[in-house]
């Protein structure tokens, strides 16, 4: 099945203890796309400006994604500045710079409309609803964010999450928008405000995937039946390189495998955080988003295998 996904492309530099990278590809639907690309087709919708390298997209193509949606406009393409010090689960960000962006309205292409999973990577809110009003009827729709918007858009923000079935986040981005110091708590208050799924990244800590239980158990009020939760570990990689991507990654990874399968059951959306962890870990072995389109169907089913080992245990003697 086909997924769409609308988000930043963009050109990255990025410190890190281990080194440092100038004006390399980035972008929330760049790595999530470098993900994806590995489980189903995917059309990508974005902006770049004429200084983008655009024979750097080239791999991207021929791993199956669609760029017919990503125009090429005059002005500076959006530009990102981080860095990371020995904490690497969470960039500092020195600048942004939205160029392009700033004056984006995305425009779907016909043949994008009809994709039956949609993707709203980390961008503007606003664009994110325009982007809502051109799909007709997705079966699943999700959708990520970070601090700067949560600060500067909150309320497009909530609004898009009335329309969108899963919301990724890290922990502190829940923590901020919920305003929620418990993890459980923020992951209840975002699921009250309009999403059936919400994932709650912790870095090299792994991953939450909380849930509303369906209407048949609805019926009780105890609060633990309010909120189902499944949790997956990281993988423990000897050597991060640069953790820039991971969390597209892990949404590429998520979707991509939900998007393959064409399964909502609960069960395979346990398995999508465990296929997302695993992507997630791969973004994170080298700068841009090399590592990831270089990755094989094997390395990748051998990595969610070594999962399956890290977590199974007998329960009881
Ligand atoms: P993450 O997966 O969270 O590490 O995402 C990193 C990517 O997000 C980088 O490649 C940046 O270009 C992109 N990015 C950073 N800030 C923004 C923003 N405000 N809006 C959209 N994309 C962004």
Not at 131 to 152: E, H, K, Y
Not at 288 to 296: I, Y
């Amino acid at each position: 099945m086909t997924l769409l996904v609308v988000g930043s492309v963009a050109l990255d530099s990025v410190q890190t203890p281990f080194g440092s990278a100038e004006h390399v590809v980035g972008g929330s639907a760049t790595f999530f796309a470098s993900s994806a690309c590995h489980f189903a087709p995917v059309q990508l919708v974005g902006v770049v400006g004429r200084d983008y390298p655009m024979q750097k997209l080239e791999a991207l193509a021929a791993c199956g994604v669609d760029l017919a949606g990503l125009e090429r406009v005059a002005g500076e393409s959006f530009r990102w500045r981080g860095r990371y010090g020995h904490d690497l689960n969470s960039a500092e960000t020195l600048e942004t710079r939205l160029g392009v962006f700033a004056d984006f309205r995305p425009k779907i292409p016909a043949a994008f409309r009809h994709a039956p999973y949609v993707f709203l990577a980390n961008i503007d809110p606003q664009l994110q609803l325009a982007v809502l009003d051109q799909v007709s009827s997705p079966r699943f729709v999700g959708c990520d964010t970070m601090n700067f918007w949560i600060a500067s858009r909150r309320n497009e923000l909530l609004d898009v999450l009335r329309h969108v079935d899963l919301v990724t986040l890290n922990d502190g981005e829940a923590r901020q928008l919920s305003e929620q110091v418990n993890l459980v708590h923020a992951a209840r208050w975002i699921l009250d405000r309009g999403p059936r799924y919400v994932v709650i990244k912790k870095g090299e800590h792994g991953a939450f995937l909380f849930s509303r239980p369906d209407r048949a158990s609805e019926g009780n009020s105890s609060p633990d039946a309010r909120v189902r939760i499944f949790f997956a570990p990281a993988y423990p990689l000897e050597q991060v390189f640069d953790p820039t991507g991971a969390g597209d990654a892990f949404a590429g990874g998520f979707m991509g495998h939900v998007a393959r399968t064409d399964d909502l059951s609960d069960q395979n959306l346990r398995r999508a955080v465990v296929v997302g962890s695993a992507m997630g870990s791969f973004a994170v072995e080298a700068f841009s988003n090399e590592r990831l389109l270089a990755v094989t169907a094997d390395e990748i089913a051998a990595r969610i295998r070594e999962f399956y080992e890290l977590v199974t245990f007998e329960n009881g003697r």
